[in-house]
């Protein structure tokens, strides 16, 4: 997968793709459009390349509007007022494949598809890791089409199922039998239902909410919780992987458990870094996780042990991706907990950065170190992840000349080395410095080279089994970018096209 030029927003971070909305009333006359507005900007960390909307008024016909820039550019106030419906759904998006074609707007979801005999809309979050061999398939059937993405793919895929089963739950538990990939999808009817749709792995979050109010009954599904509590609605739960959803305006939610899976591969990194910490994931709390990472790396950091150390020690995070993690750290350690770095938030997007030059300057301009706060400590730096390196090598640098005595840094997940093939835009092995210098030097040597590499004092790590305890789900997690594991039918096979081979540990 190619790599996109880097957004000064995140920095050295890997990316999420996509974000999903939807909503119906049962009340033909009140328009939810501004749900959608409040849900989609409360999702926009997902996904900020571009937002769209379906929407429909019981009875009517679908009207999509989708651009790109952040949902408060694309769903001005004078644009949701031009959009009138009671049942609707929306995406933001993150493109993560390199090629220009990426960034048209052909590209921008929801996916409006209409032809003789069917007409909908459907919006996912996730990649369809098959969609080339469905494709090509389809293709030898005589079907034609228009762009490269997986999204085509999937909309050509439901409507010839729908040729030969008329409902759409039957069409989508044909279509889960097909599809390889992580998806959470929303999908909008011609006659104005709802369905969603968790893919058997349950790879991205989904969920449901609910809102009873004396202008009507209302009903939700959303990436993230955070999203169910923006509109002021009741969450109700996750949808469980391998579920559809039906939420009919008239009628609330109907159920079918359709995929029946012996395993289930949750995405780690949605609790270590990329939902929102006041999200609520399977029952499980983002922030709270995230808290006992913290802890988890504090009980294993044997720095803490040394008592000349823990007198001039205190705990910076790198904001915002580091705060979670050490406010737990800190608690464990009984060491203070400081801000030391200040991040400039009005950073938003504003420019591209190719190369490695602008990649330097960028730190700079994003983050500066409190120099009364660092000067002469032994700063304990937390993060939740390095991907490339050299982001978190700028930032020892910076704390290091404004006068630190040491820079210790502390991950609170484990190395990254290996690529994502479920929806995340990681490098490839060889630009993770994990990965790369796990290849070159082995499992004994390759921490201390990344140490030296980044320029810090000490480097420590979480674990597998410290990640595991404290996201403590029930059921299984995805770790492939971590372990080499990749839980997907098609996962072998995909690796071996992409890369030289994944690096197996454990
Ligand atoms: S490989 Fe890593 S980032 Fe990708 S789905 Fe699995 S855990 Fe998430």
Known sequence: MQQKPIKGSNLDKPKEHCAVFGVTSDDITFSISKFLYTGLISLQHRGQESTGISI???????????????????????????????VGIGHNRYATTGSEEFYSSEYIQPYHFQNNEIEFSFAFNGTIANYINIRDNMEKKGHIFATNTDTEVMAQLFASLSLTNKKWKEILKEASNILDGSYSLVLLTSNGRIYAMRDPLGFKPLCIGELKTNKG??????????????????????????????????????????????????????????????SVIDGVSVA?????????????????????????????????????????????ANLPYIEGLMKNRYIWRTFIMPGQQKRKAAVKEKLNPIKSVVNGKDVILIDDSIVRG??????????????????NVRISCPPVI?????????????????GRNLEKYG?????EKIREIIGADSLLYQTIEGLEEAIGLKSELCKACLTGRYPLKSGDQLTSSKQASPIKRQ
């Open 217 to 278: 009954n209302f009903y939700f599904i959303a990436s993230e919780s955070c999203a169910i509590d923006s509109v002021g609605a009741q969450f109700i739960r996750d949808i469980r992987p391998g579920e559809i959803i039906h939420l009919d305006y008239k009628k609330g939610i109907h159920s079918d458990l359709v995929i029946k899976s012996n395993k289930t591969a949750v995405c780690q990194f949605e609790f270590v870094y990329f939902a929102r910490p006041d």
């Open 390 to 407: 050299n982001t978190t090598k700028q930032i020892v640098r910076l704390i290091k000349n404004a006068g630190a005595s040491s820079v």
């Open 443 to 447: 499992i004994k040597q390759y921490i």
């Open 418 to 434: 290996n690529a994502c093939y479920m929806g995340i835009d990681f490098p490839t092995t060889n630009e993770l410095i994990a």
């Open 56 to 86: 429909l008024k019981t009875g009517g016909s679908i009207f999509t509007y989708k651009r790109k820039g952040l949902v408060s550019k694309v769903l001005s106030k004078e644009k949701l007022s031009r959009f009138w419906g009671n």
């Open 288 to 332: 709270q996780a995230r808290f006992r990472m913290g802890q988890n790396l504090a009980k294993i950091d044997p720095k803490l042990k040394d008592p000349e150390f823990r007198k001039n020690a205190i705990v910076v995070p790198v904001p915002d991706s580091g705060r979670s993690a050490s406010v737990g750290y800190a608690n464990e």
